[in-house]
């Protein structure tokens, strides 16, 4: 009997052991899994904050190209006539500029006129934008150095515009707190178009008008004008803005919602 109690004792002592071996191994494997699940799940935070970050990089790229304006100094154009200034431009946006150098009134309008230092100036209209109006300058030969500035959007229809669109000039004499208009002309924009945004040197004649007969010339004016930008440039800046206000004004209705 004892020996036979030994033998169980023996046996039971080996059965112990060995589920202690396989106990032991299991909490081994059980420590490996959860590490294993640790570093996943960590790896995984990690490769979603960088998710995250290039989301939100993405994001802002897109609401800067949709909504993100730009900075232009003017004294880039011409330093001697254009003021030491600068002007915000929204994406797609360009500047179109005119420049008045100088008018110089004719014979027969320096008669009519009968003065040899008439008070001029010239006001330019174009488009829907307000009319711009030039300072004040005495004489015949009237030094005007002066620049319009007109922000456009430089899309598909700006471009077609530019082949029939012109800017009209009025020369006026200031007499006291009145004016009179002495002549008027159309100056044709379509060569921007052509030649991409630079600019264009002109002279042009001002013919007569109200009092003075159309076929009358009563001035010449010296100007040029162009985009501070070129059109392709702009353009595709434009495209880029409409697209990404596509792509961000969802996500701004969800976030109302």
Aim: glycine share 6%.
């Amino acid at each position: 009997e004892l020996e036979k109690t030994r033998k169980l004792l023996s046996l039971q002592h080996s059965i112990n052991k060995g589920c202690a071996q396989e106990i032991t191994q299991l909490k081994s494997r059980e420590k490996d899994l959860v590490n294993e699940y640790e570093s996943k799940v960590h790896e995984m935070a990690r490769l979603l904050d960088i998710k995250s970050a290039r989301m939100q990089q993405l994001d802002g790229k897109l609401k800067s190209i949709a909504y993100g304006t730009q900075t232009y100094k003017l004294d880039g154009v011409d330093r001697d006539y254009v003021p030491k200034e600068s002007v915000q431009l929204d994406k797609g946006q360009n500047l179109l500029q005119f420049h008045i150098r100088q008018v110089l009134l004719s014979s027969e309008v320096i008669t009519c006129l009968n003065t040899s230092s008439p008070a001029v100036f010239l006001t330019l209209s174009y488009s829907d934008f307000e009319t711009q109006v030039t300072p004040v300058v005495m004489g015949t030969r009237a030094q005007f150095n002066h620049t319009s500035h007109f922000v456009v959007t430089v899309d598909d229809k700006f471009v077609k515009q530019l082949q029939k669109e012109v800017v009209m000039l009025e020369l006026h004499q200031a007499v006291g707190m009145k004016h009179e208009r002495l002549g008027v002309a159309r100056v044709k924009l379509r060569e921007l178009a052509i030649n991409g945004g630079d600019r264009v040197n002109g002279r042009t004649l001002l013919m007569g008008v109200d009092r003075l007969e159309p076929t009358v010339t009563t001035a010449s004016v010296e100007y040029w004008f162009g985009l501070t930008l070129p059109i392709t440039q702009t353009a595709r800046t434009h495209h880029a803005r409409n697209r990404a206000l596509k792509l961000v004004a969802p996500e701004e209705e969800e976030g109302r919602g």
